[in-house]
């Protein structure tokens, strides 16, 4: 399932209120939180039934290890290649093998919904 789209709600953190206004669903990294948060909720109610692909605001190596602490098994990224480019690409895969690393670790797969419960048990993202 891939954990979500994009949304028609308008985060406080939105710096030009005149574009905040313009209809349609918002993406990228004011998108993080929200859909982070949709991402552990799921993985919490889902059991491993199925893997989990992760959408909003991936952008970088923190922001991919966030979303596969918070329940991704996959990473999916569209804004982040408009304004970084394809070479951000490269840059999470670096950033993910360093993770392996520092963990001593060969797979990522432990690290899958690791924090899924703490985002849960917080505030929802305003
Ligand atoms: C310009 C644009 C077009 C999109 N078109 C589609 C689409 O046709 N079908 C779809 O399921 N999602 C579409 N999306 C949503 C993206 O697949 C993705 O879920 C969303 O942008 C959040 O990820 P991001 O923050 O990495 O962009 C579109 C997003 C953007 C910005």
Redesign the pocket.
Known sequence: M?V???TVARPGSLRESEKAREQG?L???P??RL?TRVLAETFVRAENAFPLIA?????SGATAIAKIKAGATLL???????YRGIDVVTEIKEDLTAALKRGHRSSLASMVGSDAAAITADSWPA
Request: glycine letters at 26%.
């Open positions: 891939i979500g789209n994009t669903g993406s990228g990294r998108l993080f859909s959408a909003g605001g991936v952008d999916q990224l569209y804004t982040g290649l408009i």
